[in-house]
């Protein structure tokens, strides 16, 4: 019913114009040519009003004697416990053609509304002209461009964002998983619009700002990575001049086969907000913890054997008992047992051939009952030891992906049965290939079932390391992302290149949605050479801090740590476990030079009571250095050394935004911290 009201959300609808809103954000659209059209956006905090000259034009006009017909209903939701309350408007639109049903949220306090989209019936196939690209100049030059008041964005726009201003300067962030071969996982280019120029512009998230006044629009394309987009054309933003950002995709697969059995195919969402042009991306990290279950909970350590790939060669009874051990006495809070621990053979493992990837359930009806000789006994002793020395179990599983996720409901009682009978609270889901739209709605079928039928006890640990997968952004509310398989036995694991990727994904992303590993720094130290970033020269401390501010994840055999190692890890750990409560409800700000094993580098955490600076410096020759703080230091705050690899560290604030730091010897870290109340 309208108009609706929670908190500071609002939602009315008078005549034929929608408004939609808290007290920092407004969007109105109006009913047009049979669909509903955006037409304004409002950064309340400024009043500034970003607005289109005229509505957009749908991009296929209603057939004569069509009469689509509108409606709009409004609730409070929190997604089934997955986030924070929020408004929730539901507009149906029904043509002839097509069922279109777009849902809007918007968060109390919040500068941000998000779209989410869904259709059933026959959706526009033809592009329009300017799909194509940019137009190439003739060199002719006539009267000058006029600016087309009834453009049509491409086909299968999910949502229109005006712009209407000069001068405006675009940020593209694109987003990477894959990270089996990709170590590059953000990436940015930067352009100012034109008003003559029209085209695509690659990513997921684009800030555009007006400099004049330091306003900003933050628009994000709530979607997969472009590799695993399942529609016909890779999801972008389509600049028109400097007049608006046409944003999404819709389905491109039409009712059948590889469609969702209700009929309806999910559109991929936008969220937009406004804001100052300094702050708004921390605004968005913060709407972001909202949108996630990892929002609500402390930040976690696991352990995982399988970084030292020995795979499920060693995985059993007696193996498993002592790396709950010793998970308990170095302050670990779950132990993960990976592939192996299964009756069935994957295609990874290292005991037997021929093992597969997916068809499960065709392989081996009881591919997923406990493995008798490994696990004589079924899984009960290690779950009882877990309790008893207060240490979590966790599993490794892999979703049946083929025929399109057909066994989900088989998977979600395979979870939920694990969960039942020994505990298990945490599993990690790889193999997953997402191949359709059916297969998608099938996949999230088994996510929502596996969180709401254990009433929110079980995690999921996601990986995005391989194959078409969810990614940073697609359906926010499910588990923590597993980022990347790295191994000293490949060399391919360095603690600067995982320092960096914590850096670049700390810009956009809330760092508690992340696993990120650390591993066993003396495995295969002469395989490395002489290389001076080598893990061997670093010592396990630093490679613990570099990915304190997320979910650490002991990649290793902590049975195989020796005792200066297991000594070294205590202690940070110890560190970490009395300040992870500030950690998971902080803003994480990036401080320093971008990481590259020879920078100064950082963080800087700052939670409601206390602020913190996790600093770096890597194999640079100079032990000092001035780092600009992304928010100052209250006037009467004390800064207190908290843990550090470096006795003789050094360092002193120039005034309230700016510290001086010495560290005399390279790859050293220091954590300092300082009250807010």
């Known amino acids: 019913m309208l108009p609706f009201r929670f908190q500071d959300c609002y939602a009315l609808l008078e005549d034929d114009t929608l408004t939609l809103g808290n007290s920092r954000i407004e969007r109105t659209f109006v009913w047009r040519h049979g669909d509903l059209l955006p037409l304004t956006l409002t950064d309340k905090d400024a009043r500034v009003v970003w607005r289109l000259a005229a509505p957009p034009l749908p991009a296929e006009m209603p057939a004569p004697g069509d009469k ?47 779209l989410d989209r869904q259709l059933r019936g026959q959706p526009a196939t033809a592009d329009h002209p300017h799909d194509a690209g940019e137009t190439a100049p003739t060199g002719i030059e006539t009267a000058a461009p006029q600016r087309p008041s009834g453009f049509t964005p491409p086909a299968g726009t999910t949502d229109v964002v005006p712009l209407g201003r000069r001068h405006l300067r675009l940020q593209a962030f694109r987003l990477h998983d894959r990270t089996d071969a990709n170590d590059t996982l953000v990436s940015a280019e930067e352009r100012f619009l034109y008003q003559n120029a029209s085209g695509h512009v690659h990513g997921n998230l684009f800030l555009v700002s007006d400099p004049l006044s330091g306003r900003a629009i933050l628009a994000v394309n709530d979607c997969p990575t ?11 933003a389509y600049v028109k001049g400097n007049d608006l950002l ?31 042009v300094h702050t708004l991306l921390t605004e968005f990290r913060r709407l972001y913890r909202r949108q996630t279950r990892a929002g609500g909970h402390e930040t976690f350590i696991m352990s995982n054997t399988w970084g030292d790939r020995n795979q499920d060669a060693r995985v059993s009874e007696a193996f498993m008992l002592g790396e709950i051990q010793a998970a308990h006495d170095l302050g670990i809070d779950i132990v993960q047992i990976d592939d192996g621990w299964q009756q069935g053979v994957t295609a990874n493992s290292k005991l037997a051939a021929n093992g597969v990837w997916s068809g499960y359930y065709d392989s081996d009806p009881h591919f997923w009952d406990v493995h008798p000789r490994k696990f004589p006994r079924g899984l009960a002793p290690l779950a009882e030891q877990a309790r008893r020395l207060g240490v979590q179990l966790g599993l490794w599983f892999s979703p049946d992906s083929s025929h399109d996720f057909r066994h989900w409901r088989d998977d979600a009682d395979t979870l939920l049965r694990l969960h039942r009978q020994f505990g298990i609270a945490q599993f990690k889901l790889d193999g997953v290939n997402l191949q ?57 694991y360095y603690p600067h290149a995982t320092l960096r990727n914590a850096w670049d994904l700390a810009h956009l992303i809330p760092l508690n949605r992340f696993q990120l590993e650390f591993l066993n720094n003396r495995r295969n ?20 801090a570099a990915v304190m501010l997320a979910n650490p994840l002991a990649w290793m055999e902590l049975s195989s740590l020796d005792q200066p190692q297991r000594d070294e890890l205590r202690h940070v750990i110890a560190v970490y476990r009395r300040h992870r409560h500030d950690f998971a409800q902080a803003d994480i700000h990036p401080l320093g030079d971008r990481p590259d094993g020879c920078a100064h580098t950082g963080f800087q ?30 006037p009467t705050a004390t800064l207190t050394l908290e843990a550090t690899n470096c006795l003789d560290v050094a360092f002193v604030m120039l005034d309230r935004s700016h510290l001086q730091l010495r560290m005399p010897r390279p790859r050293s870290w220091c954590l300092l911290s300082y009250s807010l109340t």
């Not at 472009?226 to 972008?236: D, G, I, M």
């Not at 001035?626 to 100052?632: K, Q, R, S």
Request: with cysteine; proline share 7%.
């Open 605 to 634: 955490a700052i939670a409601p009571r206390a602020g913190h600076l996790l600093l770096f410096r890597e194999v640079t020759p100079s032990a000092t250095a001035v780092l600009t703080l992304a928010e100052p230091l209250p």
């Open 525 to 544: 130290a002469d395989r490395y050479g002489n290389d001076p970033l080598a893990p061997a020269t670093y010592s396990l401390d630093y490679e613990f």
């Open 436 to 492: 359709s739209k059916r297969g998608e709605a099938n996949f999230l079928a088994l996510l929502e079932a596996v969180a709401t039928e254990s009433h929110h006890a079980i995690r999921t640990n996601l990986d995005i390391t391989a194959q078409s997968r969810l990614g940073y952004l697609y359906r926010r509310p499910f588990g923590t992302l597993f980022v990347e398989n790295r191994y000293t036995d490949w060399q391919n």
């Open 226 to 236: 472009t590799n695993c987009q399942l529609c016909a054309k890779r999801v972008s």
């Open 246 to 276: 046409a944003l999404g995709a819709e389905p491109a697969t039409p009712d059948g086969e590889a469609s969702p059995s209700d009929g309806w195919r999910q559109a991929y969402g936008t969220t937009v907000g406004v804001g100052d």
């Open 68 to 114: 689509p017909a509108l409606q709009a209903e409004a609730a409070l939701d929190d997604d089934g416990g997955l986030t924070d309350p929020h408004l929730r408007l539901t507009v149906t639109v029904a043509s002839a053609r097509q069922l279109v049903q777009t849902t809007y949220t918007v968060f109390p306090h919040a500068p941000f509304i998000s």
